[in-house]
């Protein structure tokens, strides 16, 4: 056997090794062309930003700003709206990260606890969301004309804040803390909550913390629920803000924002841009640093789905 | 409680034991109270409302006051010409981002495991994974500069090799087409992420028993390769059949405009508006239950299917 296989190794390398330099280099240029598509979007939008307006909506590529001009961010910088956009979607992520943290850890700490009276009913209980839910309407209602919920900030965190599947994975995760830490603690008088908040949260440090980027980011992407039940414009997430500013025509948008009461329609296409690349400068910083994290998250979600 | 329990003799040791249990879980259950009731105000509250969509909502009245219509709301449903249209658009858009997205992912990460450049391989990785933490909103923004016919850089490459210039976010003709590529751009880098997984999971050594039996390129990845992530594949497309008629209600709500209505409005968007803006909330109520009840039965019938064929199954 290991004769034979020798035998043929070498025949194989050879035919490998021609086509192989060929493959890889068509791979390259291949993979060279997608980055591309995947970034020039994003750079096109960034060039477009800094162009300065009478150039703005000339046509093709744009490499390079033909005119230098800052005039976009100086408009957006003394916009009200934006930075209050950005406050309050400061505040939405805060709000939603701890509602969502708590919730997770409070429904997935227990349910680990395999003796837990009526375990299975509680499991089956958040299970069955995923496959069955009320909807649209019915939520609306229920928020805005039960609960009456609207234009606070809660109606657009509380109805989302645990999922289903950040339980299942925190509880899988705390099933595998071994139970001898937690009698030990017991053993030194320590109850239930300490328990949880002196051994179990210290342990479970990178699920939460996988968990935290997660929802961090869908908070920040969030804008349905704050065009469902905000009506005041001043609380606006910058989402909505963005959304107004890129999909609202020039006209409405003259009526709506105060920045852009004097703007022709050339300015208009630089500050979409400027608008745009404000609001998603902050993931581009972060993104290379936390980028592997998500991955790793994105496994360890798949592997229970 | 207890003193029935201590009563009856015959289950008297089992409720005991049960109440024992709960004493020594308590603060364990006072920790699932606020979780429980978020889950049955927010997801199980809503199942009520689904009750809308038999009734005639009267405002003042609430869900419970307003009256019962028995089928009048799917009666008026079902051959609204609006609703048909919608009903195809979901159905049309669904299967053509299905037949193009759902291969996609796959075939980025086959050949990303081709490639031999370690770091090379990394970046670009990354760089595809980016847009998936991008909002539609920001995306749909982009995408209007980047497709514009007046000054898009697609468009611009379009007249240089001596086409007319294509609006593709504004006319009925490119609508879906545009929906279905910036949808895999968007996803494709991301969705790969899981089937490299799978393809690093799969045995080496099957590799270089093909390789000694003689088999190419090709003929290693349809004989190792693809049966060594079919389990992966066939949960995918379980989600993915699931999700059909929930037609990724993001980008198209930011995409769509009034121009390609006749093409581009979904069920989604569909009950938005009609509950929404138009507050005729028993009627989209009806097409949204309409809605979930199809996506339910795809969900079961691709699983049980996926069980019979190769016995990978979600549950």
Known sequence: MNAHEAAKRPRNRIYESRGEPVFQAALVVIFLLLSVTFLYPYWHVAVTSFTSPDYASASGFKLWPRAWSWDAYIHMFNASFLWSGYLNTIKVVLLGWSCSIVGVVLGAYPLSKRDLPLRTLFTSVILITMFVSGGMIPTYLLVNNTLKMRNSYFAIVLPHCISVTHVIIARNYFMTLPDELEEAAIIDGANSWQVLLRVMLPLSTPILATISLWVIVSNWNAYFNCLLYITDSSKYVLQVVLRRIILTDSKEMTAASEAVANSTDTDIVTLRAASIMLATIPIICVYPFLQKYFVKGMLIGSLKG | ?315
């Not at chain 2, 249209?85 to 990460?109: D, M, Q, R």
């Not at chain 2, 003689?214 to 992966?232: A, D, E, F, S």
């Open chain 2, 1 to 315: 409680m207890k003193t029935v329990g201590l009563n009856r003799s015959h289950s008297g040791s089992r409720r005991r034991h049960f109440m024992a249990s709960v004493r020594k879980h308590r603060l364990h259950l006072l920790m699932l109270v606020p979780v429980m009731a978020q889950f049955l105000i927010f997801k199980y509250g809503p199942l009520y409302g689904v009750t809308l969509a038999f009734k005639e909502f009267r405002i003042l009245q609430g869900i419970t006051g307003s009256p019962w219509v028995g089928l009048a709301n799917f009666r008026r449903l079902f051959t609204s010409y609006d609703f048909i249209n919608v009903f195809t658009n979901t159905v049309t858009i669904a299967c053509l981002k299905f037949v193009f997205g759902f291969p996609a992912p796959i075939l980025l990460a086959l050949f990303l495991n081709e490639l031999r450049f370690p770091v090379f391989k990394r970046v670009t990785q990354s760089i595809s994974y980016l847009p998936h933490f991008i909002s539609w909103v920001i995306l749909t923004g982009i995408f209007m500069e980047v497709l514009s016919p007046s000054r898009g850089p697609v468009n611009a490459l379009i007249r240089m090799l001596g086409g007319e210039p294509i609006f593709f976010l504004g006319s009925p003709r490119y609508f879906r087409s545009t929906l279905v590529v910036t949808g895999i751009w968007q996803s494709v880098g991301w969705g790969s992420i899981i089937y490299l997984a799978a393809l690093g999971g799969v045995n080496e050594e099957l590799y270089d028993a093909a390789r000694v039996d003689g088999c190419g390129r090709w003929r290693r990845i349809w004989h190792v390769t693809l049966p060594g992530i079919l389990p992966t594949v066939t949960i995918m497309l379980i989600l993915a059949v699931g999700s059909l008629v929930d037609d990724n209600f993001d980008q198209i709500f930011n995409m769509l405009n009034p121009a390609v209505y006749s093409v581009g409005d979904v069920l989604g968007t569909y009950i938005y508006r009609q509950g929404v803006t138009n507050m005729d909330y028993s009627y989209s109520t009806a097409a949204e239950l309409f809605r979930n009840l199809i996506s339910l039965f795809l969900v079961v019938s691709a699983n049980f299917v996926s069980k019979r064929v190769n016995e990978y199954g979600l549950w």
